[in-house]
C-alpha cells in the first residue's frame, strides 16, 4: 500500500507556488523604487534598502533555515519562514513607514530559504522518476514569479496604493501556510543534534559584509574606507570561520562535504550562471523602458515592459518537465552544460538582434529556456553528491552561492549601466554600447559556466526507495577499538546487495551518524578513518528507524626497529618528517629497540633516528601509503 496520503502533483504544486512567492517577494517593490522616495519622505539611495533589506536576510538566513530543516524537519522550517515572510507583510502594509517597510522587507527574506527547503522535500516525498521534474518546475516558478512581479506591482499600485503589494505578499503567505499544513507530509529523514550557533552567528556577519560592500559599492564608492574595510572584515571571518567548522561537532556547513569535485564544481558553476541568468531581467527591463528617442530602445511603460517579460517566465514553466526527462535520461550534468550553453549563445545573438520589441522578447526567452535546464540540475547534481540527511543544508548552500551570483550581476550591470551614458531630455539613460557590453559579460559568464561543469562527474542519479517502499533510517555510532574518539569524522557507505548505492553519512566528532537507505534489506556497510583500515560487513535492516553501530579493530602504523651494530637500540629518539621538512611526529623506542608511530597520510617522508648518547643519527626516506609500513633504521658505529 503506498505510504503516502497526500497526491505527489498536490505537494509539487504547493511547493512550486510557494517558489513563485520566493521571486514575487524580491521584485515586486523594484519597479516603485522611484516611487518610493516621494511616498516616505527619504532620498533615493535611503529607498534602496528596500531591496538591500531583503537580499541580506535571505542571505543569513538560507543556509540557517536549511541547516534546521535537516535538524528538526523540513515541513516545520517550511511553516516558519512562510510565517515570518507573512508577518513581514502586514508590518510593512500596515506600519506605513520608512522603518517599518524596512522591517517588513528583511522579515520578507525568509521566503528564499523556501526554495532549497522545498526541493529537499520534493527529493524525500516523491517517487523517484518525478523528483526530476519536481524540482524542475519548482526552479521555473522562479522565472515566472519574476516576470509576474513587474506587471503586477504596477497593476496593484495603480489600482490600490503601495500597501496593496503587501496585502497581496500576506494573503498568499497565509493560503500557502494552510496549503502546506494540509498538503505537505514531514519528512522522516532528520539528524537531530546541537546547532551550531557560533557557526551562525559568524557566517551572518561574513554574509552581511560581504553583501553590503557589493550591493552598496557604487554609492557609497569602490574605494571607499567603508566598503574597503567590509570587504576585509568578511576576508578576516572567512579565515576564522572556516577552521571554526573543520572542527565543531555537527558544523553549521560541511565543508567536508562542500570541496567534494561535483558538489564544489556545481557550485562554482552556478554562480556563473546566475550572474548571467540575472542579467537578462536587468538589461531587459531597462532596453525596454529607455526613451525611443534614443534610436536604439522603445520607450515601453513599466507595465508594458514587465508584460513583455512574461513569455521568458512562462517558457520555463512550459519546460520543466522536458528539463525533469532530461535529467533523468542523461544526468545533470548534460542539463546544466545544455541550458548554460543555450545562455551564452543567445547572450551573442542579442548584441547583433536587438533592433525590434518582438526581437528582445524572443531573446529574452531563448535565455530563459537556458535558465530553465541549468536551474533544473543545480539542486539534482547537489543532492546526487551528498548525504540524504545533508540535501536541505546543501541546497541551502547553493541558494547562497546563487544569491550571490545575482548581487554581483546587479553590482557590475549596474555599474556599466551608469557609466556608460548618453543624455536625452537632459537625463542620462545608458547607451548602446553599455546594452551590448552586459550582453557581452553575461555570455562570458555563461560560458565560464559550461567550462566548468564540463569538468562535473556524470553519471550522478537520485537515489530513492520504491513508491510503496519507506526508506530506512539508519542511527549508529562507529568506534575505534582502544580509542575514546575519533581523531577526524570519518565515513560510512551502505551499498545494496545487488549493487544499488544507497546512501553515505559522515560522522561527527563522537561517532555518531544518519543515514538513510533505500528501502529495507541486506547492505554492504563500509566503515573508513584516516589511520585505520576499513572494514567492511554485510547488514540486513529491516525498515523504519533502526540503530547500529560499527568499530574499527586494525589501526595504521609506522613501525620498525632502531639497531647498531646489529644490536637493538632502547630508548633512541625517532623522528618523522614530511618530505617538504614539516615536523610530523616523534617518539622513542622500547627496550628490544622496537618504534611504533600513527601512519600518516600518503606521501614521502623522513624517518630518522637518534641514539640514547646523541653519538649516532641516521635516516632513511620511505613512500608511506595507506597501509601499514615498517622501515628499520640502522644507526652509524662510528
Known sequence: MPLRSVPAWATTTVLALCGMVVSLQQTLVVPLLPEFPHILGVSADDSSWLVTATLLSAAIFTPIISRMADMYGKRKMLLLALVVMTVGSLVAAIGGTFPALIAGRAMQGFASSLIPVGISVLRDELPKEKVASAVALMSATLGIGAALGMPLSGLLFNAFGWESLFWVSAILGAVFIAGVLLLVEESKITTPGRFDVAGALVLSLILTAALLAVSKGASWGWSSPLVLGLFALSLALLAGWIPLQLRVNQPMVDLRTSIKRPVLLTNIASFFMCVAMFANMLITTQQLQVPSGTGYAFGLSVLVAGLAMVPSGLAMVVLAPVAGAMINRWGGKAAIVFGSAIMAATYVGRVFFDNTVWE?????????????????????????????????????????????????????????????????????????????????????????????????????????????????????????????????????????????????????????????????????????????????????????????????????????????????????????????????????????????????PTGTYIVTGVSPDGGATASVKAILRARSERVDINLPTG
Do not use: C
Open 360 to 600: 528582445v522578447i524572443v531573446g529574452a526567452t531563448l535565455v530563459n529556456v537556458g535558465v530553465a535546464f541549468s536551474y533544473a540540475a543545480m539542486p539534482t547534481l547537489i543532492m546526487a553528491s551528498v548525504p540524504i540527511t545533508e540535501t536541505a543544508s546543501a541546497n541551502g548552500v547553493n541558494a547562497l552561492v546563487r544569491s550571490m551570483g545575482t548581487s554581483v550581476a546587479s553590482a557590475l550591470t549596474g555599474l556599466i549601466l551608469s557609466a556608460m551614458v548618453i543624455e536625452y531630455d537632459g537625463v542620462p539613460v545608458p547607451s548602446l554600447d553599455a546594452l551590448h557590453l552586459s550582453f557581452w559579460l553575461a555570455a562570458v559568464a555563461a560560458a565560464v559556466g559550461v567550462a566548468i561543469a564540463l569538468f562535473i562527474p556524470g553519471g550522478s542519479h537520485t537515489v530513492k526507495a520504491a513508491d510503496d517502499v519507506e526508506e530506512t533510517l539508519v542511527h549508529g555510532r562507529l568506534t575505534m577499538q582502544g580509542r575514546t574518539g575519533l581523531p577526524a569524522p570519518a565515513v560510512v557507505t551502505f551499498v545494496r546487495e545487488d549493487g544499488v548505492p544507497g546512501d553515505w553519512a559522515r560522522t561527527d566528532h563522537e561517532g555518531h551518524f544518519t543515514a538513510a537507505l533505500p528501502g529495507p534489506g541486506r547492505y554492504v556497510v563500509v566503515a573508513n578513518a584516516g589511520g585505520w583500515a576499513p572494514r567492511s560487513q554485510f547488514v540486513d535492516f529491516s525498515g523504519g528507524d533502526t540503530e547500529h553501530d560499527l568499530e574499527l579493530f586494525d589501526q595504521l602504523s609506522l613501525e620498525g626497529i632502531v639497531e647498531r651494530s646489529g644490536a637493538p637500540v632502547a630508548d633512541a629518539l625517532v623522528t618523522l618528517n614530511a618530505g617538504v621538512g614539516d615536523f610530523v611526529a616523534a617518539t622513542r623506542t622500547t627496550a628490544d629497540g622496537r618504534y611504533v608511530l600513527d601512519l600518516p
